[in-house]
């Protein structure tokens, strides 16, 4: 009897393509940064459960490596787009601050 291909593990390889993507994108279009964070959260999702599938002997063990794949990629994106909205938040904070600092000046005391 031949075992069909893992659906769950085709969707995570396909999620973390369009994950990869839409964050390497995202530098020219930046209202599309929660896309990256979205797919690649269940690109992780799916490859994890299609490996869990595979070690269980429900899925075709052919398709352990399209997980992976999908697995990895969706792990990637998470990474990058955590770090990418830490360093969009530190940077708005600091334009803030910046924007603040006349105000700082008033505020200093004189001795």
């Known amino acids: 009897m031949q075992q069909s291909t893992n659906s769950a593990a085709i969707a995570s390889l396909v999620l973390g393509i369009v994950a990869i993507l839409t964050l390497l994108s995202s530098g020219m279009f930046l209202g599309c940064l929660p896309i990256p964070l979205i797919c690649g959260i269940l690109a992780w999702i799916f490859g994890k459960n299609a490996m869990s599938q595979i070690d269980a002997g429900l ?17 990637i994106t998470v990474i990058l787009s955590v770090l990418g909205l830490c360093c969009l938040i530190g940077a708005l904070a600091g334009i803030i601050g910046v924007g603040m600092f006349p105000v700082w000046e008033s505020m200093r005391f004189n001795l």
């Open 59 to 75: 899925g075709n063990p052919n398709d352990r490596g399209i997980a992976t794949a999908g697995y990895v990629m969706g792990l």
